[in-house]
């Protein structure tokens, strides 16, 4: 980048007002590539002219008299010093203006590609969904024209629940927080936009449900396939969480030393749980069932399968879905439950079974209170392994009932 050295500020302010009133194209320098221009219409600018990669180039900075000389020279005195630098003011004008056209579609790529792989894989599943949403709804928009109107006619034609409707919301205005970031745009249009004002308010959340010692013979033994059965069993049993379950990895599930190892995520810090002998069993079994995976819980679809190149867990909605059937179609006498009710339910019945309240939300994988769970960094892991004894004993008391 090249600026040529000469004597600046030439130019007066009672020169350029008889020039613009003779309203006759000139062009006139004030020295250091700074020049105002004059076309046969009157309209007056101020342009910077310089070298960069061997070639002249001009940089319009504005119109006279709403830049003035003052402003002028010292607006050019900066854009010398970028030049120096290295940069190049023009081309960087040029893309700041090539991204404030951008559509909805571009920002929602950019975000894609610069944002979600740094999230939680649950969080890129969530914010996936409604990216594409996002795109259907007002991909050819520019990002400029959004307003807050196009905000909430997306969520009430979504017609979605409260909660993926929050996550709508939230994702809308994720990716205009960084379009006002990049100064794509002067205001989040999203901001100030409440779900409550669109759909309602939250409904109620629902409380968890704790099984009672028939409704959990009756789990026990459910009729479903042997897959869907020993991995309800599993999570009754562990208390883990459903997605620790089906993402699991056979690598992580230590058979030889009864010890499951499930990996820090966004849910909870890594932890090894202890596994009963009969849990252990379960695991053996579920091994033999899905050799071909590295999965404990492979999909059962081929197309999931070829998706993630050839190798892949069942979906997130796989077991709870399974549920649901076996309570549709066989009609047992249990409740309506979730796989996240089996953590409640095995709290609740370690806590009747005599368990220590702290080892039973440990067993969980939840922290303990307050200060005591900044500095208290002990795994309990002997304590927890002799609650999962108690549970276990139960539990397999249970399945040595008959069915109802």
């Keep these: 980048m090249e600026m040529a050295v000469t004597r600046t500020n030439i130019l007066s302010d009672l020169d350029l007002r008889r020039w613009v009133k003779e309203k006759r194209g000139l062009a006139k320098s004030d020295g250091g590539g700074l020049t105002f221009t004059v076309s046969p219409a009157g309209t007056a600018s101020w342009v910077l002219r310089y070298r960069a990669g061997g070639r002249a180039v001009e940089l319009t900075l504005g119109r006279y008299p709403d830049l003035t000389l003052s402003a002028a020279r010292r607006f050019a005195a900066e854009k010398r010093v970028e030049v120096q630098q290295g940069r190049d003011p023009a081309a960087e004008k040029r893309k700041a203006k090539s991204r404030r056209d951008w559509t909805v579609r571009q920002l929602v790529e950019d975000y894609r590609t610069a944002v979600v792989p740094t999230l939680a894989s649950s969080t890129q599943c969530s914010y996936g969904r409604n990216l594409k949403r996002i795109e259907a709804g007002l991909g050819a928009v520019k990002i400029t024209k959004v307003e807050a109107s196009d905000v909430v006619g997306l969520i009430e034609r979504s017609g979605l629940g409260w909660v993926e409707a929050n996550t709508l ?4 205005k994720a990716i205009f927080r960084r379009a006002a970031g990049k100064r794509l745009i002067n205001v989040n249009p999203v901001l100030g936009v409440e779900l409550s004002a669109i759909i309602g308010p939250r409904p109620k959340i629902r ?3 704790m ?3 028939d409704e959990l013979a009756a789990v ?12 309800l069993r599993i999570l009754l049993a562990t208390g883990v969480r459903a997605s ?4 699991a990895r056979k690598e992580h599930v230590h058979l030889d030393e009864a010890r499951w190892h499930i990996p820090s995520s966004k849910t909870g810090t890594g932890m090894d749980i202890p596994l009963e002998s009969i849990v252990v069993e379960w695991f053996e079994e579920l091994g033999k069932l899905s050799t071909h995976s590295t999965y404990v819980l492979p999909t059962r679809a081929a ?6 190149g050839g190798d892949a867990h069942i979906s997130k909605d796989s077991i709870r879905e399974a549920i649901d059937y076996w309570l549709d179609l066989y009609s047992p006498p249990v409740r309506r439950f979730t796989p996240h009710d089996l953590r409640s339910t095995m709290k609740s019945h370690m806590r009747a079974l005599g368990v220590n309240r702290d080892i039973s939300e440990m067993c969980l994988n ?4 307050g200060v005591e769970g900044i500095y208290d960094q002990y795994t309990y892991y002997e304590e927890r392994k002799q609650a999962y004894a108690v549970w276990g004993a139960f539990l397999v008391g249970l399945m040595s009932e008959p069915a109802l």
């Excluded at 197309?303 to 993630?308: D, F, I, K, L, V």
């Design 211 to 213: 099984l009672t010692r």
């Design 244 to 247: 620790e379950l089906f993402q």
């Design 207 to 209: 409380q968890r449900l």
């Design 169 to 172: 919301l939230i994702v809308q």
């Design 366 to 369: 939840h922290k303990l209170p």
């Design 220 to 231: 026990m033994h459910a009729q479903m396939s042997q897959e869907n059965l020993l991995a």
């Design 303 to 308: 197309s999931r399968a070829e998706r993630h």
